[in-house]
């Protein structure tokens, strides 16, 4: 490559602290109310079943590749894309042009997640203040709190005429978007290793330590082992539901964060001694442990308030368990630990999502990184806040086909585009004396299995979408 590499710039200085930025990436929304969500709706082992089978079968693919991809060309999605081309073709301009896909998908979605971020920061603030609490248990209170920070509008036009006649700050959450916003620009100015690395080695474990916390809590209130009772709920005929396996492989997919252009980034961080199949093991790991943990604490929650915990999207945390949480023993304490737990989780996603664009002008522009990082921090605020009464539209959006379009070309540039002896060559660098290299069972699980399972998240989610009206991951 002409240019300077990402590599020579910066990276991760250990390896756990890569495994937790990762881990950051991918413990986002998905996690927190998504996941406990499909769980109760699904039936609860009867979803976790194929859950934990995919899980396995894209962390030890997709994970691995994406990592990969990213380490042996130093750069993001566009550079290894074109790395792949350039070594089949000659040409690398191609796979360039193509790697500007996952490059929009990750801003696009990091745009979303930015009025959610708002959401997450006002309410934390408001657990800590306590007027969270006082709402009490009044949901013609806490209802419309929501409805006013999240306003809703059916086409983008009219979302953004809506933002426009009220001076685009007159309605919504666009000043705790803008704060969460700044918060997350500051840590990607202070670097790789400066900034994402050391507050991800803070938050991943303040994080999982305080779902701990409110987990054990929670499991000595009356009524919590009702939520327990559904968990460890099998329906044997329930696994022959096809819709089960779809929206079980939709959240362990989108979970992991493979979509072509985070964990290529950050993949492109590491140094050559680090051994890929066991950090992807680690973050696909801790990755689920973080989703359980989370289910743990929101069903049973859930059933100590008598509440039924199935309703879906953001309305689960941010009108139904306030409620809960209102009326429980401890309820105020319980809701600014969760709701902290849950800002850190918000915050290490959005570093991610936004890092593959800055990196990108640093790659192609040949820009400084705090000039990159507030180019497109300017653009994520302006569109964001234009956006709010469509967020859920456009996360659909992105989330049904830009993704996993950035997933599957992603797949098919590394087990497709670039030749067997370099892609294996990659996968196993940094394996140490002792450790089997990959070799057998990988190249053809990747190559046939995962850009498979890719290609069917394009299309039958896709389909479904249509179809419904519904996203499965």
């Known amino acids: 490559m002409s240019n300077q590499t990402l590599e020579t710039r910066d990276g991760f200085k250990s390896k756990w602290g890569f495994i937790l930025a990762c881990i950051g990436s991918a413990v986002g929304m998905g996690n927190i109310w998504r996941f406990p969500i499909m769980v109760s709706t699904w039936g609860g082992l009867t979803f976790l079943i194929p859950y934990f089978i995919f899980v396995v079968l894209i962390g030890a693919s997709g994970v691995i590749e994406e990592f990969a991809l990213g380490r042996r060309a130093a750069a993001g999605p566009v550079g290894a894309f074109g790395m792949c081309t350039e070594e089949r073709t000659g040409s690398k301009k191609s796979g360039e042009l193509i790697g500007a896909i996952p490059i929009i998908g990750a801003m696009m979605l990091a745009i979303g997640y930015t009025v959610v971020l708002g959401w997450i920061f006002k309410y934390t603030w408001m657990s800590i203040s306590g007027s969270l609490f006082a709402m009490g248990q009044d949901m013609s209170v806490i209802g419309p709190t929501f409805g006013a920070a ?49 507050a991800n080695k803070i938050m991943m474990p303040v994080l999982f330590g305080l779902f701990v916390i409110l987990a054990v809590y929670i499991a000595t209130l009356p009524g919590a082992s009702g939520g327990y009772k559904y968990i460890f709920t099998l329906n044997p005929a329930g696994l022959l539901n096809w819709e089960v396996w779809l929206f079980a492989f939709g959240q362990a997919f989108f979970s992991l964060s493979v979509a072509g252009n985070g964990s290529v980034i950050y993949g492109s961080y590491l140094p050559k001694n680090e051994d890929l199949p066991s950090s992807a093991r680690n973050v696909a790991l801790f990755d689920t442990i973080a989703a359980l943990l989370a289910m743990i604490v929101i069903l049973p929650a859930m059933s100590v308030g008598g509440m039924e915990p199935s309703a879906g999207g953001p309305g689960l945390m941010f009108v139904y368990l306030p409620n809960v949480l209102n009326g429980m023993a401890g309820g105020r304490i319980v809701g600014m630990i969760f709701f902290v737990a849950v800002l850190f989780a918000g915050l290490s996603s ?37 956006i709010q009464p469509w967020t859920s539209q456009w996360m659909d959006l992105v989330s049904v086909f830009i993704c996993p379009l950035g997933a599957v070309l992603a797949g098919v540039m590394f087990f497709w585009v670039l030749k067997k002896e370099t892609a294996m060559d990659a996968v196993n660098e940094g394996r140490t004396a002792g450790k089997k290299p990959i070799d057998s069972w990988f190249y053809p699980l990747g190559k046939y299995g995962y850009c498979l399972l890719a290609l069917i998240a394009l299309i039958g989610g896709a389909a479904y979408f249509l179809i419904t009206g519904s996203s499965i991951g």
């Open 350 to 386: 959005i570093v991610n999502l936004y890092e593959a664009p800055v990196a990108f002008l640093q790659e192609k522009l040949h820009l400084g990184r705090i000039p990159s990082v507030v180019i497109i921090g300017a653009i994520g605020a302006v569109i964001s806040v234009m």
């Open 150 to 198: 999240a306003p809703e509008a059916n086409t983008l036009g009219e979302a953004i005429g809506m933002m426009a006649s009220n001076g685009f700050f007159g309605i919504g959450n666009g000043v705790w978007q803008l704060i969460g916003l700044v918060v997350s620009l500051v840590i990607m100015a202070m670097g790789v290793a400066g900034g994402i690395e050391k």
